[in-house]
């Protein structure tokens, strides 16, 4: 049986979070920025040591607060899907401190909103834009202790221009959900290429 995994993207508008998406699944970048104004779902597949998994990847549009509630997440269709999503991907850019507190709001609501133990949802900080490092808000190893120590979550750097660590990312992510959710222990977990054309990507 495949295993089906949903991870909702989000973060302030304008950190690259539909560039990431779509380098990850279509190895495509696009300088021009397009606000995404509707939630998007992509379907892409992946093989992580052996095993496939289907990924239910929620591209969500700014919103305000994480839903407090299931009727508020009916009621909004921006947010439909993210309260029970099995993984979160908080991006924020690293040259922009406001997207960093954004992500530090999403982070305590998710944490705050989902109850009993599916509040200990595998979440992954990403730092964006590393290619523009030189105007960055703080250094490197300083967000990452805060990220990993203070508030439990995995951090990575990426660029998605430049295509750095987009799958790294998600295999991070995909490593820790699997770990927790299915209970097994994967010692090594090797890179070895994206499949573009029939859209899987293996990790
Ligand atoms: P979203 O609103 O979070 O979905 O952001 P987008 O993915 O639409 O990207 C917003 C803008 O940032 C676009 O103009 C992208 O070209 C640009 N962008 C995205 N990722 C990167 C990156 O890694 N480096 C640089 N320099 N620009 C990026
Ligand atoms: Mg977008």
Redesign the pocket.
């Known amino acids: 049986m495949v295993e089906t995994l949903s991870i909702a993207v989000i973060?302030?508008?304008?950190?690259?979070?539909?560039?990431?998406?779509?380098?990850f699944i279509y190895n495509d970048?696009?300088?021009?920025?397009?606000?995404?104004r509707s939630r998007y779902v992509h379907r892409p597949s992946v093989i992580l040591n052996g095993n496939m998994y289907e990924l239910k990847v929620l591209?969500v549009?700014?919103i305000t607060s994480f839903p407090a509630s299931a009727s508020q997440e009916w009621l909004d269709l921006r947010c439909r899907g993210v309260r029970n999503a099995n993984a979160y991907i908080l991006?924020y850019?690293i040259c922009c401190v406001e997207s960093f507190e954004y992500v530090k709001m999403i982070r305590q609501q998710i944490v705050e909103n989902r109850e009993g133990s599916s509040s200990e949802v595998p979440i992954l900080v990403v730092g964006?834009?590393?290619?523009?490092q030189r105007q960055r808000f703080m250094p490197r190893r300083a967000v990452s202790v805060l990220v990993k120590k203070t508030w439990k979550c995995g951090y990575v750097e990426?660029?998605?221009?430049?295509n750095?660590h987009v799958v790294l990312l998600f295999k991070e992510l995909l490593g820790i959900a699997v770990a927790r959710g299915m209970r097994q222990n994967h010692t090594s977990i090797r890179l070895q290429g994206a499949l573009q054309r029939n859209r899987c990507t293996v990790m």
Not at 29 to 36: D, I
């Open positions: 973060g302030a508008p304008g950190v690259g979070k539909t560039s990431i998406i779509r380098q970048f696009s300088e021009a920025y397009t606000p995404t591209d549009p700014p991006v850019d964006n834009k590393r290619d523009l990426c660029s998605a221009k430049f750095w």
